[in-house]
């Protein structure tokens, strides 16, 4: 994939990416798993939530640990679970220094998050920089098709089409770079036709499998966003 030297904008994924919310997450589902002598919820099952519609993922991981009880059961623990612990979520290394050049730059730049309104304000009401973007696209907008969460790269499509919209622009998928952590979120920049800067958790890294057939030429693997090279975007 060539890459355009001049990208027009940045499209970042949410939990685990600029928040450490997977670890809350992680935390979370623990407390669910323990109750029912299941668990600890591992790396090579929780690669595969990441990224998905609410859902989905807490039906994937009812299903992986055989737990005897109905997504509504589960999703009503972890809701309480989570509220009371998103006030603790955090920005990651490098995420506050980047957000704050692209918006000193004027590089216009979208959170595409498969988390709901809800969860999305308890994640972020007490952080600063958020302020700064200029869209912000949740994976409960009624413009996303169901069944259209990520891999599918839906969310990135509407992402642009409200930065193009807000700015009068045409930028194209090839001019935008998308920042993830996940392998579907990795896979739905990909389909999206947008470069992608892929920064995994530090204790996903022996479950990521084969990076340079996910990436296929059309990313990078970063340890963190401090490893960013911006200069190398023409940012």
Same mark, same amino acid.
């Given at each position: 994939?060539?890459?355009?030297?001049?990208? +027009?904008?940045?499209?970042?994924?949410?939990?685990?990416?600029?928040?450490?919310?997977?670890?809350?997450?992680?935390?979370?589902?623990?407390?669910?798993?323990? +109750?029912?002598?299941?668990?600890?919820?591992?790396?090579?099952?929780?690669?595969?939530?990441?990224?998905?519609?609410?859902?989905?993922?807490?039906?994937?991981?009812?299903?992986?640990?055989?737990?005897?009880?109905?997504?509504?059961?589960?999703?009503?623990?972890?809701?309480?679970?989570?509220?009371?612990?998103?006030?603790?979520?955090?920005?990651?290394?490098?995420?506050?220094?980047?957000?704050?050049?692209?918006?000193?730059?004027?590089?216009?730049?979208?959170?595409?998050?498969?988390?709901?309104?809800?969860?999305? +304000?308890?994640?972020?009401?007490?952080?600063?920089?958020?302020?700064?973007?200029?869209?912000?696209?949740?994976?409960?907008?009624?413009?996303?098709?169901?069944?259209?969460?990520?891999?599918?790269?839906?969310?990135?499509?509407?992402?642009?089409?409200?930065?193009?919209? +807000?700015?009068?622009?045409?930028?194209?998928?090839?001019?935008?770079?998308?920042?993830?952590?996940?392998?579907?979120?990795?896979?739905?920049?990909?389909?999206?036709?947008?470069?992608?800067?892929?920064?995994?958790?530090?204790?996903?890294?022996?479950?990521?499998?084969?990076?340079?057939?996910?990436?296929?030429?059309?990313?990078?693997?970063?340890?963190?966003?401090?490893?960013?090279?911006?200069?190398?975007?023409?940012?």
């Amino acid at each position: 994939m060539t890459i355009d030297k001049s990208i +027009k904008a940045c499209l970042f994924d949410m939990d685990g990416l600029l928040l450490n919310t997977e670890d809350i997450y992680t935390l979370t589902c623990n407390e669910i798993l323990n +109750k029912y002598g299941k668990g600890p919820l591992t790396w090579d099952i929780k690669l595969k939530l990441q990224g998905l519609p609410g859902r989905e993922a807490g039906e994937k991981l009812i299903e992986s640990y055989d737990l005897p009880i109905s997504f509504e059961e589960y999703d009503d623990m972890n809701v309480k679970s989570q509220e009371s612990k998103w006030p603790t979520s955090s920005f990651l290394p490098g995420v506050v220094e980047l957000l704050k050049y692209l918006h000193e730059k004027n590089i216009p730049t979208a959170v595409c998050t498969s988390s709901n309104k809800l969860k999305f +304000k308890g994640k972020t009401s007490h952080l600063p920089c958020f302020e700064n973007f200029d869209v912000i696209v949740t994976g409960d907008d009624p413009r996303i098709p169901a069944g259209r969460g990520k891999p599918c790269p839906d969310i990135w499509q509407l992402g642009l089409k409200m930065l193009n919209e +807000k700015f009068g622009g045409d930028i194209k998928p090839s001019e935008c770079l998308v920042f993830e952590d996940g392998i579907p979120g990795v896979k739905s920049g990909k389909a999206f036709g947008a470069h992608v800067i892929w920064v995994p958790h530090p204790e996903a890294q022996p479950y990521l499998g084969d990076v340079d057939g996910i990436l296929d030429n059309k990313g990078e693997l970063l340890p963190t966003l401090q490893a960013f090279k911006r200069e190398q975007y023409g940012l």
